[in-house]
């Protein structure tokens, strides 16, 4: 049984995609999903996934993806 481990950078990536996704389609609230983000995760990696996935994001819902991004910059996160 030769089972990889996930490298943690990944596991990260995944859980700040889960955290944005789940905000987008309306199962947490913003201030929650910033307070989560930012407490868990470095700033660059949420820019990163931020990045790589704003077209998925601004498909699930555009308004709310622009909502986020508008509170993680209030809440001092450096853009």
Do not use: C
Not at 22 to 40: H, N, P, Q
Not at 56 to 63: H, T, V
Request: charged fraction near 30%; avoid cysteine.
């Amino acid at each position: 049984m030769n089972r990889r481990m996930p490298r943690p950078e990944d596991v990260s990536h995944e859980h700040i995609d889960a955290t944005v996704t789940g905000f987008l389609k309306g199962d947490k609230d913003a201030d929650w999903t910033v307070i989560s983000l930012v407490t868990l995760h470095p700033r660059e990696e949420i820019r990163t996934v931020l990045g790589e996935n704003a077209d998925k994001y601004r498909g699930i819902n555009n308004s709310r993806f622009g909502q986020l991004l508008a509170e993680l910059k209030a809440s001092e996160f450096p853009w």
